[in-house]
T-cell receptor
Framework: ETGVTQTPRHLVMGMTNKKSLKCEQHLGHNAMYWYKQSAKKPLELMFVYSLEERVENNSVPSRFSPECPNSSHLFLHLHTLQPEDSALYLC????????????FGQGTRLTVV | GIQVEQSPPDLILQEGANSTLRCNFSDSVNNLQWFHQNPWGQLINLFYIPSGTKQNGRLSATTVATERYSLLYISSSQTTDSGVYFCAVAGSGGGADGLTFGKGTHLIIQP
């Protein structure tokens, strides 16, 4: 398998649930990212990992918790979300932390009920 | 942070027409990419073009970094070209900046 893959593709969760989004890249990159795309808003950068260390957290609420166990895998742990957190969550990877071409996964469409 | 503005926000064309999408950015960039978002939400890479001109079939792009803008040209449009086109940039500060996206151009190609 090549490129960037995300699972699951769709997720419906209640506000009291805990779930995790998974991202895996097969491009040999050393930086990975989480983005959020809400309706009628630009894509927003949430988290950046470079060489498995978090280098940026754009004031994201603590109910979103990222984890990067190695350079190929990235998780986004979700707990006690709100309905306004419903969005498309996109994972991306690149080499050398953002100054080369980035590639995106297919996204996880999250609905919080 | 760096600002990205795309124009026009919406564009409706007949099949076969040509179109030009514009991206203005507010500061020097190390990375500029054009994406097409398909109906399922995936971002498809069109061009990685921090400067210069590239062509891929009916699509071409030009970035004039000194004047802080990029243009995406689509010639002989097809209905499958419909969708949202995003410009995204990363600043020249180096490191893991991630991409800053514009709001996109929603293109509709009518048969």
């Amino acid at each position: 398998e090549t490129g960037v893959t995300q699972t699951p593709r769709h997720l419906v969760m209640g506000m009291t649930n805990k779930k995790s989004l998974k991202c895996e890249q097969h491009l040999g990159h050393n930086a990975m990212y989480w983005y959020k795309q809400s309706a009628k808003k630009p894509l927003e950068l949430m988290f950046v990992y470079s060489l498995e260390e978090r280098v940026e957290n754009n004031s994201v609420p603590s109910r979103f918790s990222p984890e990067c166990p190695n350079s190929s895998h990235l998780f986004l742990h979700l707990h006690t979300l709100q309905p306004e957190d419903s969005a498309l969550y996109l994972c991306a990877s690149s080499q050398e932390g953002g100054i080369t071409e980035a590639f995106f996964g297919q996204g996880t469409r999250l609905t919080v009920v | 942070g760096i600002q990205v503005e795309q124009s026009p926000p919406d564009l409706i064309l007949q099949e076969g027409a040509n179109s030009t999408l514009r991206c203005n950015f507010s500061d020097s960039v190390n990375n500029l990419q054009w994406f097409h978002q398909n109906p399922w939400g995936q971002l498809i890479n069109l061009f990685y073009i921090p400067s210069g001109t590239k062509q891929n079939g009916r699509l071409s792009a030009t970035t004039v970094a000194t004047e802080r803008y990029s243009l995406l040209y689509i010639s002989s449009s097809q209905t499958t070209d419909s969708g949202v086109y995003f410009c995204a940039v990363a600043g020249s500060g180096g490191g893991a900046d991630g991409l800053t996206f514009g709001k996109g151009t929603h293109l509709i190609i009518q048969p």
